[in-house]
């Protein structure tokens, strides 16, 4: 009854839509007896029209018969070839055909047809992987119709270029592809329709198994030990440094810029060998295949390309002098220092670049400074071998002495390398600076309080660690802070940082959108836990001077992690004018980045703040002499 009733009304109502509907329906009739008559005369599928404009197939899972395309890469499981093109530049006519024994019967030149299955392949599953469109080939059916076809590169840079700010339309949030939340949707499940002019990933799939070029490549990393580097090429870019590597920014409309310009290069396609390279290298021209593969897209090579420059400029000592005659002039150094055990044998490199290089700036911000059995994991936690090493070291290559303070962690609860319980310290130049007396030293596990003292802020704790047991601070270093006076009774408080680290992060290029960056969430309440520490100072006195540094395993441009800092405090790059493109203190992939900072409170942002970064590190001739992953910095500030 009710379904009766429910039947007629709105069938009265749709009676012109059943007209339109017939329409449609005679419009499909006509066009498969058209499209179906034409398959009869010319059986063929083209290579664009496996491609298709969106990020996966039209045809996957389809039988299609008489692809045709030129050989233009021989690879060990298959072939690439490259078919007629269309005017659409979301249309790759390049495609991988997956056969190894295909692959043994054709040669570079040839003009081949197959039949074969249209499929999408990808070797795991999101969060990092893209699939690639490819023809599986029924291996009867391929043919060589004729040989000795020249294929003429895409001219990356002349025929097409890269987008230079955006990676993906589905980056959406204040931070775009730095957003938090992140994941919130997936490439491949939306399949939307590509848009190679605005993004860099649709751009790199709009050439998908297509031969391109690359003229004049600058290398922007060292090569990981697959020998692969990323590079960009005769193109316009953005976020260029003085180096030759690409740094993170903000872009126009202040939407986080990562470079999406950049393109990996792996591993030759001939057997050849690439190139040792460092970050401003430049390489000869690379004629190769574009390919998704380990969750980046890359570019092939055919062959490998040669060293062309080689930048044998090194870092130079900084331009702020270490310390001064003056009292109301400190200078603080920022490192972390990877791994430092006492038998490391960088300690002599580090050592060198805190002397020499930041000119033993009155106090040093160090990270992972190991316990004094370094990975071995039998319950040591002290490090006062550790840090005695590093300042006789320092002593030896500068003729300055250092005291160091610390709080040794609970055995095995700050993360890293098990058995180093790899801690924050500060080495301090005693002649310049004491540490304010009255408190005891904190432990593991003891919070820090901000005192009443005469008006003045003081700690309850000198030196103690900041909220050691809020559950942001679970498995990594607990934040550590300093009160210190200066001869003449001018005081300064210092927040060593080394927050959680990136590990488990999703590709940039992956199918996750925005990149999933672990564990974001953490590393904000991390930051909170912080500011409101600082909040509770800078309630008891607002001209307090106060420096926060370290490694903060983020970006500036993550502005939703850093907001509660920001807010309150000043980084030091911006009140000393550093370029936005020199704001680095590492390089990973294809950006150069700046994961390392130094904040002051406004008593010290008002008055004049230099800061530089010395790039030791990252403008090293190559990894192996490399001493630590991030660069150290230092900055010169004014307490009174
Ligand atoms: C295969 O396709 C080509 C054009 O791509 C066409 O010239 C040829 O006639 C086709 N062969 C068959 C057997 O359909
Ligand atoms: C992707 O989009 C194309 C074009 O709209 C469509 O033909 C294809 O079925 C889609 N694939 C998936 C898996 O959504
Ligand atoms: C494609 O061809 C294969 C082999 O001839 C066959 O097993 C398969 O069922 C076909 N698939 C479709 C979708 O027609
Ligand atoms: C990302 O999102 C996908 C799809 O919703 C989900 O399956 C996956 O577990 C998520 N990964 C992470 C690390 O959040
Ligand atoms: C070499 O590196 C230095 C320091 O980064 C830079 O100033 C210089 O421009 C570079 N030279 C070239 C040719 O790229
Ligand atoms: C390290 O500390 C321990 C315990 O306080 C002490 O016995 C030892 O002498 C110290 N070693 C150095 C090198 O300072
Ligand atoms: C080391 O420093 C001290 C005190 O600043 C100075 O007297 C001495 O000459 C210096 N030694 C060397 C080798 O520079």
Redesign the pocket.
């Given at each position: 009854m009710e379904l009766v009733a429910y039947g007629i009304a709105p069938l009265v109502a749709i009676l012109p839509s059943i007209q339109d509907y017939l329409a449609r329906l005679m419009d499909r009739l006509y066009s498969l007896l058209f499209w179906s008559s034409f398959v009869a005369v010319?059986?063929?599928t083209?290579i664009t029209d496996i491609q298709g404009s969106t990020w996966r197939s039209p045809l996957v899972g389809q039988n299609v018969?008489?692809v045709?395309g030129i050989v233009t890469a021989k690879a060990s499981n298959g072939f690439y070839m490259t078919?007629?093109p269309v005017e659409d530049p979301r249309v790759s006519n390049g495609l991988f055909v997956f056969s190894t024994p295909a692959a043994s019967r054709v040669e570079i030149g040839d003009l081949v047809?197959m039949d074969g299955t249209v499929t999408e392949f990808r070797s795991s599953s999101a969060p990092n992987d893209l699939f690639t469109t490819e023809i599986a080939p029924t291996l009867s059916t391929v043919n060589v119709i004729s040989s000795n076809h020249v294929v003429t590169p895409v001219v990356l840079g002349k025929d097409r270029f890269p987008p230079t700010v955006a990676l993906s339309a589905l980056d959406v949030g204040p931070d775009g592809v730095l957003s938090a939340p992140n994941n919130v949707s997936l490439i491949e499940v939306v399949n939307a329709t590509l848009e190679p002019e605005k993004y860099g990933l649709d751009f790199w799939e709009s050439l998908e198994g297509q031969l391109v070029s690359v003229t004049n490549p600058v290398v922007l990393d060292f090569p990981n030990r697959f020998g692969e580097f990323w590079v960009h090429g005769d193109w316009p870019v953005t976020g260029k440094n003085e180096r030759g590597g690409l740094t993170v920014t903000f872009g126009p409309d202040g939407i986080p810029d990562l470079n999406p310009e950049a393109i990996i290069i792996g591993t030759p396609l001939d057997g050849t060998k690439n190139p040792a390279v460092a970050v401003g290298s430049r390489v000869s021209d690379i004629v190769g295949v574009v390919a998704f593969q380990f969750g980046f897209f890359y570019v092939l090579p055919l062959t490998a390309p040669a060293t062309v420059f080689v930048n044998t400029t090194r870092a130079t000592k900084s331009f702020i002098d270490g310390t001064s005659a003056d009292e109301c002039t400190l200078t603080v150094g920022d490192y972390n220092v990877e791994n430092m055990a006492p038998t490391s044998t960088h300690i002599p490199t580090v050592a060198d670049h805190i002397a020499n290089f930041l000119n033993a700036p009155d106090i040093m911000f160090v990270q992972e400074i190991q316990d004094n059995s370094g990975p071995t994991d039998d319950g040591v936690v002290i490090a006062n071998v550790t840090l005695k090493a590093l300042t006789d070291a320092i002593a030896k290559a500068g003729n300055v002495t250092y005291d160091f303070i610390e709080i040794p962690p609970v055995d095995g609860q700050d993360g890293g390398q098990p058995g180093g319980n790899i801690r924050t310290a500060f080495l301090y130049r005693p002649e310049k600076l004491s540490l304010v007396p009255g408190s005891p030293v904190g432990g593991s596990l003891d919070s820090v309080e901000v005192l009443d003292s005469y008006g003045k802020a003081s700690l309850s704790l000198n030196p103690g660690r900041i909220d050691p047991t809020n559950p942001a601070w679970i498995a990594t270093r607990k934040p550590l802070v300093a009160e210190w006076q200066t001869a003449s009774g001018t005081r300064l408080f210092t927040v060593n940082l080394h927050l959680s680290s990136k590990g488990g992060s999703s590709s940039l290029h992956g199918d996750a959108r925005p990149p999933i960056n672990l564990p974001v969430d953490t590393r904000t309440k991390q930051v909170e836990s912080v500011s409101s520490f600082l909040n509770s100072l800078l309630d008891k006195d607002p001209d307090a001077n106060i420096v926060v540094a370290g490694d903060f395993n983020e970006f500036t441009q993550t502005r939703s992690v850093l907001a509660s800092i920001t807010a309150i405090m000043s980084e030091v790059d911006e009140l000393a004018d550093i370029p936005p493109v020199e704001r680095y203190t590492y390089v990973f992939d294809q950006n150069t980045e700046q994961l390392d900072h130094m904040f002051v409170s406004s008593a010290i942002g008002k008055r004049k703040v230099e800061a530089e970064h010395i790039h030791v590190n990252n403008w090293s001739p190559s990894l192996d002499v490399r001493v630590s992953d991030h660069d150290p910095s230092v900055a010169r500030v004014r307490v009174c």
């Amino acid at each position: 009854m009710e379904l009766v009733a429910y039947g007629i009304a709105p069938l009265v109502a749709i009676l012109p839509s059943i007209q339109d509907y017939l329409a449609r329906l005679m419009d499909r009739l006509y066009s498969l007896l058209f499209w179906s008559s034409f398959v009869a005369v010319c059986s063929s599928t083209s290579i664009t029209d496996i491609q298709g404009s969106t990020w996966r197939s039209p045809l996957v899972g389809q039988n299609v018969t008489n692809v045709t395309g030129i050989v233009t890469a021989k690879a060990s499981n298959g072939f690439y070839m490259t078919g007629d093109p269309v005017e659409d530049p979301r249309v790759s006519n390049g495609l991988f055909v997956f056969s190894t024994p295909a692959a043994s019967r054709v040669e570079i030149g040839d003009l081949v047809s197959m039949d074969g299955t249209v499929t999408e392949f990808r070797s795991s599953s999101a969060p990092n992987d893209l699939f690639t469109t490819e023809i599986a080939p029924t291996l009867s059916t391929v043919n060589v119709i004729s040989s000795n076809h020249v294929v003429t590169p895409v001219v990356l840079g002349k025929d097409r270029f890269p987008p230079t700010v955006a990676l993906s339309a589905l980056d959406v949030g204040p931070d775009g592809v730095l957003s938090a939340p992140n994941n919130v949707s997936l490439i491949e499940v939306v399949n939307a329709t590509l848009e190679p002019e605005k993004y860099g990933l649709d751009f790199w799939e709009s050439l998908e198994g297509q031969l391109v070029s690359v003229t004049n490549p600058v290398v922007l990393d060292f090569p990981n030990r697959f020998g692969e580097f990323w590079v960009h090429g005769d193109w316009p870019v953005t976020g260029k440094n003085e180096r030759g590597g690409l740094t993170v920014t903000f872009g126009p409309d202040g939407i986080p810029d990562l470079n999406p310009e950049a393109i990996i290069i792996g591993t030759p396609l001939d057997g050849t060998k690439n190139p040792a390279v460092a970050v401003g290298s430049r390489v000869s021209d690379i004629v190769g295949v574009v390919a998704f593969q380990f969750g980046f897209f890359y570019v092939l090579p055919l062959t490998a390309p040669a060293t062309v420059f080689v930048n044998t400029t090194r870092a130079t000592k900084s331009f702020i002098d270490g310390t001064s005659a003056d009292e109301c002039t400190l200078t603080v150094g920022d490192y972390n220092v990877e791994n430092m055990a006492p038998t490391s044998t960088h300690i002599p490199t580090v050592a060198d670049h805190i002397a020499n290089f930041l000119n033993a700036p009155d106090i040093m911000f160090v990270q992972e400074i190991q316990d004094n059995s370094g990975p071995t994991d039998d319950g040591v936690v002290i490090a006062n071998v550790t840090l005695k090493a590093l300042t006789d070291a320092i002593a030896k290559a500068g003729n300055v002495t250092y005291d160091f303070i610390e709080i040794p962690p609970v055995d095995g609860q700050d993360g890293g390398q098990p058995g180093g319980n790899i801690r924050t310290a500060f080495l301090y130049r005693p002649e310049k600076l004491s540490l304010v007396p009255g408190s005891p030293v904190g432990g593991s596990l003891d919070s820090v309080e901000v005192l009443d003292s005469y008006g003045k802020a003081s700690l309850s704790l000198n030196p103690g660690r900041i909220d050691p047991t809020n559950p942001a601070w679970i498995a990594t270093r607990k934040p550590l802070v300093a009160e210190w006076q200066t001869a003449s009774g001018t005081r300064l408080f210092t927040v060593n940082l080394h927050l959680s680290s990136k590990g488990g992060s999703s590709s940039l290029h992956g199918d996750a959108r925005p990149p999933i960056n672990l564990p974001v969430d953490t590393r904000t309440k991390q930051v909170e836990s912080v500011s409101s520490f600082l909040n509770s100072l800078l309630d008891k006195d607002p001209d307090a001077n106060i420096v926060v540094a370290g490694d903060f395993n983020e970006f500036t441009q993550t502005r939703s992690v850093l907001a509660s800092i920001t807010a309150i405090m000043s980084e030091v790059d911006e009140l000393a004018d550093i370029p936005p493109v020199e704001r680095y203190t590492y390089v990973f992939d294809q950006n150069t980045e700046q994961l390392d900072h130094m904040f002051v409170s406004s008593a010290i942002g008002k008055r004049k703040v230099e800061a530089e970064h010395i790039h030791v590190n990252n403008w090293s001739p190559s990894l192996d002499v490399r001493v630590s992953d991030h660069d150290p910095s230092v900055a010169r500030v004014r307490v009174c």
